[in-house]
């Protein structure tokens, strides 16, 4: 049948270079949620094929075959097999690495044989041409039955084709000889058989399926019943069946490689991955260079953030005076400057900084290096109780704590994977980012060693660095507590080295800026205005008895009234109700250096750690009447009753240590929740991260000061 709208899959094995066609083929109209019942990301986005002629895009996680083990294989596995109730893909985009093609071969032989419309989009085909891989398009299109397009989405070639392609192809004017891959009902004819009287429409090979993984379909318990019957007549063994049917696909799979595919002798030459792994993977420069890698990202994060950080301040200060000017003394102006606007500068100023470390991090990703930094710290991490694949979740939760937990389901290892989510939250995730940033510039000079070694880009390496320091001594800890005894193995594909594609890192920038400022701008924005309210008002007796005893200084004669004025906001805002709760805390933090209005930052970041920011961009704004001050100017004139400076190189080291360690992010601890099924693990590890994070700050203080 033709189509007037497609559904189209994008499915592969991983590294592929799935995600680059992707982003390529969409662009930035791209959507980004969850697969309902799972916490695996479901990418969507839409694509002009043609004037007038639209596909949506569904991105599905890599796979290596249709015989499911991780729950991201699992969601892949579902929507092709027409068990996923919100997405029915019209057809199929295998994408195949032509440098690692009969590895590629056995899944594009198994959605062949589902018979789902199949078109390969062959990637990274000058990888193979370097390594003396040949591939003949024509015989191996005949070979598969199915289109083959060469494509390379990184620098834009063979879309158009591709595009062209899909479109014959879903309307029935692309003229390749179908065939089944291998005969699939000849390994269990009757029972295939079987399954067809219960549901006609099935293909042979879906009918396999439905006998493999019944279990797993939602089916009515008188269709799982009769499906089980049809097993145990037939001496159904699935484990058989599919050692049976891979054997048969290898070997189809060698006679293609066979007639399409010449392969250069792989001893003729080393190849120049080989040589840079020999340098990237030494034992020793190896983790040299690792150290030098992140270091420059982090000098990268402050250098090239300073100006346009600079320009949003300075634009949202100017936006402040002049409303202050023209806005009459009203509780709504009031609420708008101090409070709407106040919290929005809050968000926007670090958006330079976490689109420039997610773009850094994209390239890492694209170059191949990321999974590089995976096997060097395998051995490392084994040595705690973790093994290489807790690296992955660990350097994701840079980014985010929540989703570098639920990747942590690709640990089969029951223990390792409990350790990896307990010490996951102690990497400096993005949130943290605004925190650090902020701090590091009021308390940290700006001291260049040797002339270009930024003082403050080393701090903030350093405060990375503890976050992952003290993750590993956690985990040995809890690996001598924790009694789990299974064997584990470390199995990862280092994928070649690419030149970045920088689109896709453009994208990848402006999509994090817009998650951040929708999902933690929202939150900040809220928590904003609610804590404008509690530090403006306060209990009524208390608030009107100060205004009252200002009101009557201030008609002396010899009041100093800007004087009276500024003492007057102060007084108010401690007398409110954000004061009474910031003042009730203070002596459980001062040891730490903290005044009370840091303890309302602390309280109120317990929702998200990214609101410190706003918070005190709230507070500053509500005591001071200087409204064309920026909030990094605010804090760096705040002073105690003694007249001493509050935030000293002491207390802003000490609540950085504070917020590198601390649990202060409630979805992190629902995540917990959700993946160890249990509240005992999430409460456990706010203990643990609360005291941790309190006796660290103290240590800190007590010592710089």
């Not at 402040?320 to 102006?333: R, T």
């Not at 896709?504 to 928590?527: P, Q, S």
């Not at 007084?571 to 005044?595: C, F, H, M, T, V």
Request: charged share 20%.
């Amino acid at each position: 049948m033709a189509y007037s709208h497609l559904h189209i899959a994008l499915v592969g094995n991983p590294n592929s270079g799935k995600s680059s066609l992707f982003n390529a083929l969409t662009g930035l109209n791209q959507k980004v949620g969850n697969f309902p019942g799972v916490t695996v990301d479901k990418k969507t986005g839409v694509c002009t094929l043609e004037p007038g002629f639209s596909a949506n895009i569904i991105d599905l996680p890599g796979t290596y075959s249709l015989y499911p083990r991780r729950a991201d294989e699992w969601v892949s596995y579902k929507v092709l097999m027409n068990m996923d109730g919100t997405l029915q893909p019209d057809m199929v985009v295998l994408v195949a690495d032509a440098s690692n093609l009969k590895r590629n071969l056995l899944f594009c032989s198994q959605m062949i044989d589902l018979k789902i419309p199949v078109v390969v989009a062959l990637t990274m085909v000058d990888l193979a041409s370097r390594k003396g891989i040949k591939i003949d398009l024509d015989e191996l299109e005949r070979e598969l039955g199915v289109p083959v397009v060469s494509i390379n989405p990184r620098k834009n070639k063979g879309l158009p084709q591709l595009k062209k392609v899909l479109l014959q192809t879903a309307r029935l004017q692309y003229k390749v000889p179908s065939r089944d891959f291998i005969n699939i009902k000849a390994l269990a004819e009757n029972a295939v058989h079987d399954v067809q009287q219960i549901f006609p429409a099935l293909t042979d090979y879906a009918s396999v399926h439905y006998l493999i993984n019944h279990e797993n379909f939602p089916l009515s318990p008188e269709i799982q019943e009769k499906i089980e019957g049809i097993q145990v007549k037939n001496n159904f063994h699935p484990t058989k069946l599919q050692a049976e049917e891979i054997m048969q696909r290898y070997g189809r799979i060698r006679q293609i490689m066979h007639q399409s595919v010449v392969e250069q002798d792989p001893l003729k030459r080393k190849l120049f991955t080989e040589k840079l792994d020999n340098l990237l993977l030494h034992r020793v420069w190896g983790y040299v260079i690792l150290l030098l890698v992140l270091f420059l990202l982090f000098q990268s994060i402050f250098s090239l953030a300073e100006y346009p950080m600079n320009a949003i301040e300075w634009t949202f200060a100017t936006a402040s005076g002049w409303l202050n000017s023209v806005l009459p003394s009203a509780w709504w102006g009031d609420l708008i400057v101090n409070g709407l606007v106040a919290g929005l500068s809050g968000i926007l100023v670090f958006i330079p900084q976490i689109m420039i470390l997610f773009g850094l991090v994209t390239i890492l990703e694209d170059t191949g290096y990321m999974a590089r930094i995976s096997f060097l710290s395998d051995k490392l991490m084994r040595k705690v109780g973790l093994n290489g694949k807790s690296v992955m979740p660990m350097i994701s939760a840079f980014a985010c704590a929540v989703p570098a937990i639920m990747s942590a389901r690709n640990i089969e290892n029951r223990k390792e994977r409990l350790l990896t989510i307990l010490v996951t939250p102690l990497m400096s995730c993005s949130a943290r980012l605004p925190v650090f940033t902020i701090l590091i510039s009021l308390v940290i000079p700006k001291h260049y060693f040797l002339g270009f070694l930024s003082l403050q880009g080393l701090i903030m390496m350093g405060l990375y660095l503890l976050g992952v320091v003290m993750a590993l001594i956690v985990s040995y800890v809890f690996k001598l507590i924790i009694r789990l005894n299974e064997k584990s193995f470390f199995i990862l594909e280092l994928p070649s080295y690419r030149a970045p594609r920088w689109k896709n890192v453009g994208v990848t920038m402006i999509e994090k800026a817009k998650i951040f400022v929708r999902d933690a701008g929202k939150v900040i924005m809220v928590i904003s205005l609610l804590l404008w309210f509690l530090s403006s008002y306060g209990p009524p007796g208390r608030i009107d008895n100060l205004t009252a005893k200002y009101e009557k200084l201030q008609q002396e004669p010899s009041a100093d009234k800007a004087v009276l004025d500024r003492e007057y906001r102060s007084q108010k805002l401690a007398n409110s109700y954000a004061g009474i709760l910031g003042r009730s805390i203070e002596p459980a933090i001062a040891p730490l250096g903290y005044d009370w209005k840091i303890g309302i930052a602390l309280i109120t970041s317990i929702a998200a750690r990214e609101v410190f920011v706003g918070t005190m961009a709230t507070l500053y704004s509500v005591e001071e009447d200087n409204d064309d001050t920026s909030l990094r100017q605010k804090m760096h004139n705040a002073v105690r009753a003694d007249g001493t400076k509050v935030y000293t190189v002491a207390t802003g080291v000490s609540l950085m240590v504070f917020y590198v360690l601390a649990m202060q992010c409630m979805s992190t601890l629902a995540v917990v929740k959700r993946e160890t099924k249990t509240w005992k693990w999430p409460v456990i590890q706010l203990l643990y991260m609360t005291f941790l994070a309190y006796v660290m700050s103290l240590v800190a203080y007590q010592i710089i000061s």
